[in-house]
């Protein structure tokens, strides 16, 4: 009976305590809902205070240098870093929900990826604080007004900032290891758009100024180690040559601390000590040029600049067995633009200012003799590389108020373009130079390459006459078997009587002191990644009498074996008449690698680089990618034209070319 009044009790009690518990879920769920939204709207007060410190700093990092106070930035960037920090603290009891929540639409990307983002911002804002204080000595005595700050005064500043700089480097590179965890096409397309549009321009070209302000003093030898000897190698582009030009003058350099303790220039012509063994030639100079062993003056026949520098440096050994610590090596337009940005120079012998407008046009002129003169004595036709190279220094060294800025994006864009090449024997600077393609290295990366090369052996200067373009198609209809066809135009812009005369032992014309109006004798190269297969080409046969040898060379395609790593190379020679076009073509099977899966299923990624020849202006460059049927395009990279299935670029190569088409295939 007891028992059965318990049983009949606990069933009176149990449908009121699951009440109540029901109850106390509701209220607890409320409670917590409203806890949440609490701080979700805390959250959402911190973030849009970061929002708005980040978005009156982004306007003041627009400005110019010359209109930048970094005391006010750097406080900036301070206020910046502190309410970031007071979001993150807001918002760090939540995120460990934030990579599970990729599901949500058009944000889910944003969330997910939440905590990396705001490790991204509070690492480069922290490394941009410590480059910005590094860095303020130079860039305010930079800005001062009647500055005289020299080489060497900016090579000490630079010293005393490297502590402080190494610090930044270290910093900016987790902040670099953070972004690579971003998958940026799962972001929504705004937060898409600020990442890889805004703040991934912005962390090249902070990771180009820390790599530069970091090597600098290695390379100017204020590193400690004494002064660093430089081989100099002044390349003229109207003789073409695959590094940028023929070999005129070699030059000595030597820096300590930033400072020019000697500058020598000295001609390359018959300077051979023939008691010692000279290395054979490359056959095609054996063959066509009847040069049987290689000297200094024909050591940049290699494209691959490292290689090129190696041979100069050992072949420059012969009589000068000093070691060297690297090689620059530079053209005509290099001395342009350099004169650009530092204003017109006072140079011996010249009778009036050279400027960026006519240095090209008075060192074709000062190679030829003095007019209605005897020849004086000593006289040497390319003197004036080194008068010019005193008043550069003169002018760099005593000017006052020199452009630093300006010297500095004129130095970039030269290593850009291709009209300076460095390499050094340093680890450090050879890797930075390789990472940036500063040091003109032959090299393919994932996806298609092209890279043609001119090599001007028809002892004459007509490459000032000479215009070049290229064309490249690619056939991806059939993703299993893609093919690309090239084709080379040249245009020699000389008479069309111009003498087809390859060396000419006749009585000296008078244009024999700097000979343009000619034929034009080239050795054409075209490189591909490895993998790549040659299946047909459109040539010519050039005649006996047009050779140096007299022997006819058939219209073939030379396979070339140059040991370059990832790269092979294929040779043809051509002979363009005065007035007249010539047109040469080359048809490839290309490997399947040249397509890579993307992110979404049945999505494709065709890339392509094209690196330019040193010593070139822009090449104009026609590219055509044709998809398969119904394929999509998602993107290109570049300005396109995008008709059904076919992509048109029509671009130059003023700098190497990237290209990216994305394209989804039904």
């Avoid at 750097?74 to 807001?90: R, V, Y």
Wanted: a negative charge; hydrophobic letters at 40%; glycine letters at 6%.
């Amino acid at each position: 009976m007891e028992r059965e009044f318990v049983e009949l009790k606990n069933r009176k009690t149990a449908p009121g305590l699951r009440r109540s518990l029901r109850w106390l879920a509701v209220f607890l769920l409320v409670a917590a809902l409203g806890l949440a939204g609490i701080k979700g709207w805390r959250i959402y007060q911190k973030g849009l205070i970061v929002y708005e410190d980040a978005t009156a700093l982004r306007g003041s990092l627009r400005s110019s240098l010359e209109g930048m106070d970094f005391k006010e930035t750097t406080s900036a960037m301070t206020e910046l870093q502190g309410d970031l920090d007071e979001f993150a603290k807001e918002a760090r009891p939540l995120l460990w929900l934030a990579p599970k929540l990729g599901w949500v639409p058009t944000y889910g990307g944003d969330l997910a990826n939440a905590p990396n983002l705001i490790e991204l911002a509070d690492q480069l804002i922290g490394a941009s604080i410590v480059a910005l204080e590094a860095a303020e000595p130079l860039l305010a005595e930079i800005n001062s007004p009647g500055s005289a700050l020299d080489p060497a005064g900016v090579t000490a500043l630079l010293v005393d900032a490297q502590p402080r700089l190494l610090e930044a480097r270290r910093e900016f590179d987790q902040a670099l290891e953070v972004r690579n965890r971003i998958e940026a096409g799962g972001l929504s397309p705004r937060l898409q758009g600020l990442l890889t549009e805004e703040l991934d321009p912005l962390l090249a070209l902070m990771d180009d100024g820390l790599s530069l302000s970091t090597t600098l003093p290695l390379i100017l030898g204020a590193d400690g180690n004494g002064p660093k000897t430089y081989l100099l190698l002044a390349q003229n582009e109207d003789e073409l040559r695959p590094t940028g030009g023929f070999i005129t003058t070699v030059g000595r350099l030597v820096l300590h601390e930033g400072e020019i303790v000697s500058l020598e220039f000295e001609s390359v012509d018959n300077r051979e000590d023939w008691t010692k063994p000279y290395p054979a030639a490359p056959w095609q100079l054996q063959e066509y040029m009847n040069a049987d062993v290689l000297i200094l003056r024909d050591s940049n026949w290699f494209a691959d600049f490292p290689t090129s520098a190696m041979w100069a440096e050992y072949l420059y050994g012969y009589d000068h067995p000093e070691p060297m610590d690297g090689v620059i090596a530079f053209d005509q337009q290099f001395l342009v633009m350099l004169l650009s940005a530092l204003g017109p120079l006072e140079v011996e012998g010249a009778p009036y200012p050279i400027t960026g407008a006519n240095v090209i046009e008075y060192m074709r002129s000062a190679k030829e003799p003095p007019a209605d003169q005897p020849v004086p004595s000593g006289w040497y036709r390319k003197e004036f590389i080194g008068d010019i190279a005193d008043a550069l220094l003169d002018k760099l060294m005593n000017g006052r108020n020199n452009n630093w800025r300006a010297l500095a994006v004129t130095l970039t864009r030269a290593l850009e373009e291709r009209h300076l090449l460095l390499q050094f024997d340093d680890p450090a600077v050879t890797s930075l130079l390789a990472e940036r393609g500063w040091d003109n290295a032959v090299r393919p990366i994932g996806g298609d390459f092209l890279m043609t090369t001119d090599t001007n052996i028809g002892f004459n200067k007509t490459n000032a006459l000479v215009e070049v373009s290229l064309s490249y198609d690619v056939d991806l209809t059939d993703l299993s078997a893609p093919t690309a066809a090239l084709v080379v135009t040249h245009t020699n812009n000389a008479s069309a009587d111009a003498p087809c005369v390859h060396f000419d032992t006749r009585p000296a014309p008078e244009d024999y002191a700097y000979p343009m109006d000619r034929c034009y004798w080239a050795y054409l190269r075209a490189y591909k990644q490895a993998g790549v297969e040659l299946t047909d080409a459109a040539l010519h046969e050039i005649p006996a009498e047009w050779m140096l040898l007299e022997r006819s060379v058939p219209a073939r395609v030379d396979e070339l074996d140059e040991q370059l790593d990832g790269a092979r190379g294929f040779g043809a020679l051509i002979v363009v008449p005065g007035g007249q076009s010539l047109s040469t073509s080359f048809e490839f099977s290309l490997p399947t690698s040249v397509i890579s899966p993307a992110e979404a299923p049945n999505q494709y990624t065709y890339r392509l680089k094209a690196q330019k020849q040193p010593g070139t202006l822009a090449h104009p460059l026609v590219i055509r990618v044709h998809l398969p049927d119904r394929a999509g395009v998602e993107s290109v990279n570049m300005q396109a034209l995008v008709q059904g299935n076919n992509v048109l670029i029509q671009t130059d190569l003023r700098t190497d070319v990237y290209l990216e088409v994305v394209f989804h295939v039904p």
